[in-house]
């Protein structure tokens, strides 16, 4: 679970810290990846195993398999039983990721050695939610914020040219 602890960042930055700090962001979000397609679950389903996947990619291994991707043991059952808490879990700590890689790009954007990160921070955030339509106001938003943050960088260089003239 993401603690709130997990995101504080203190005014004066470190870009080794700041690297760290997301990091451990990402390796929290990495448990509610499908064992199968690497990506965040967005239907979670367990099966007889026992193991958690997302619906569609168990759904795809099943059409050609008769065995638990992980475990490799024969199923007696294809059920694939919903696993309501876990999608809650996921939809909330992802939300709150996001939350606070906005506020926190927001915060570090003001110091240029940083920009260069939080654009990739923001390419990142983009890339963990990108087939997910639960989160579609957070790709919007972060995807004003990553514009935002290249036209201040051009509107910079525009500013620095003509000073240099």
């Given at each position: 679970?993401?603690?709130?602890?997990?995101?504080?960042?203190?005014?004066?930055?470190?870009?080794?810290e700041v690297?760290?700090?997301?990091?451990?962001?990402?390796?929290?979000?990495?448990?509610?990846?499908?064992?199968?397609?690497?990506?965040?679950?967005?239907?979670?389903?367990?099966?007889?195993?026992?193991?958690?996947?997302?619906?569609?990619?168990?759904?795809?291994?099943?059409?050609?398999?008769?065995?638990?991707?992980?475990?490799?043991?024969?199923?007696?059952?294809?059920?694939?039983t919903p696993?309501?808490?876990?999608?809650?879990?996921?939809?909330?700590?992802?939300?709150?990721?996001?939350?606070?890689?906005?506020?926190?790009?927001?915060?570090?954007?003001?110091?240029?050695?940083?920009?260069?990160?939080?654009?990739?921070?923001?390419?990142?955030?983009?890339?963990?939610?990108?087939?997910?339509?639960?989160?579609?106001?957070?790709?919007?938003?972060?995807?004003?914020?990553?514009?935002?943050?290249?036209?201040?960088?051009?509107?910079?260089?525009?500013?620095?040219?003509?000073?240099?003239?």
């Amino acid at each position: 679970m993401l603690s709130q602890n997990s995101f504080s960042v203190s005014t004066t930055f470190n870009i080794d810290e700041v690297k760290k700090q997301i990091e451990e962001w990402k390796n929290k979000l990495n448990e509610f990846n499908c064992p199968i397609a690497q990506q965040l679950m967005t239907d979670p389903v367990i099966i007889e195993s026992g193991h958690t996947f997302d619906r569609s990619s168990i759904e795809e291994w099943l059409k050609h398999n008769n065995t638990c991707p992980i475990t490799r043991i024969e199923l007696k059952y294809k059920t694939l039983t919903p696993v309501y808490a876990f999608k809650t879990t996921i939809k909330e700590s992802t939300e709150k990721f996001i939350k606070k890689v906005i506020k926190n790009v927001k915060l570090w954007c003001s110091d240029d050695i940083l920009t260069e990160i939080c654009l990739h921070i923001l390419d990142e955030s983009l890339d963990l939610i990108k087939n997910n339509s639960n989160f579609n106001n957070y790709q919007n938003e972060l995807k004003e914020l990553k514009f935002n943050i290249l036209l201040n960088e051009l509107n910079e260089d525009k500013l620095f040219n003509n000073f240099k003239k």
